[in-house]
């Protein structure tokens, strides 16, 4: 099993569409979560960290469910721009105190005209 | 800018040649990893250095080496290339007590392909 599987899509929506991705991870010692966006051939961005109690920043929601080891992502008002592959990562601290980051394989979503 | 610098950004290689990825980072952070990207399986740690003078083995790191030079350069080697070494490499770099906040920060990677 992964240590952090997501549903590899893609997602083709409108504009102005709200969409949803879902991950869940293996390892309940996990610390810490994220999204990252990463455009075709670029590298991975940080989108968002996701806080415990769920966070939101403009369009884009995140929400924890520790017990159920479950990560989502809540894009509403799509736009062209938003069209990326989404990727899913949970941190660890390793034996070296440096942290470690476990990725998805991410979601890709297309954001239609 | 301030950021992370990987050279090359495109190589080609032929199976048993060596080569070293070269990255750089002017944030001074302490931690720098590289990790590789194949299609359907996300990224994947090769190697990290925690601080300088530490290195550590992550999830796949047969087939390579690494070296941290001081605290900005962090070089991934290697030494007999194989095919299934063909992968975008990216290096990235982080302050350990800024991760949430920021996240990681990202070299724009290298292209390798091993023929």
């Known amino acids: 099993r992964k240590e952090v ?4 899509g893609p997602f083709n929506v409108p504009e102005g ?3 949803a991705f879902n991950c869940t991870y293996s390892n309940s010692a996990s610390q810490s979560f994220f999204w990252y966006r ?7 961005k940080l989108l968002m960290s996701v806080y415990s109690s769920g966070n939101e ?4 929601t995140a929400q924890l469910n520790r ?6 992502l809540l894009i509403r008002d799509s736009k062209l721009s938003d069209s990326a592959t989404y990727l899913c990562v949970v941190s660890l601290v390793s034996s070296g105190s440096a942290r470690q980051l476990t990725f998805g394989s991410g979601t890709q979503l297309t954001v239609l005209p | 800018n301030a950021g992370v610098t990987q050279t090359p950004k495109f190589q080609v290689l032929k199976t ?4 070293t990825l070269q990255c750089a980072q002017d944030m001074n952070h302490n931690s ?3 990790y590789r990207q194949d299609p359907g399986m996300g990224l994947r740690l090769i190697y990290y250095s925690a601080s ?7 999830e796949v790191p047969n087939g390579y080496n690494v070296s941290r030079l001081n605290k900005r350069e962090f070089s991934l080697r290697l030494e007999s290339a194989a095919p299934s070494q063909t992968s975008v490499y990216f290096c990235a770099s982080v302050s350990g007590d800024r991760v949430f906040n920021y996240g990681y920060t990202f070299g724009s990677g290298t292209r390798l392909t091993v023929v």
């Open chain 1, 57 to 60: 920043d403009g369009r884009f």
């Open chain 1, 17 to 19: 569409a709200t969409v």
């Open chain 1, 67 to 72: 017990a159920s080891q479950y990560i989502s």
């Open chain 1, 5 to 8: 599987e997501q549903d590899p």
């Open chain 2, 52 to 58: 300088e003078g530490t290195t550590d083995k992550g």
């Open chain 2, 16 to 19: 048993g040649q060596s080569m």
């Open chain 2, 32 to 34: 720098m990893y590289w």
């Open chain 1, 38 to 44: 990463q455009d075709c051939r670029k590298e991975p």
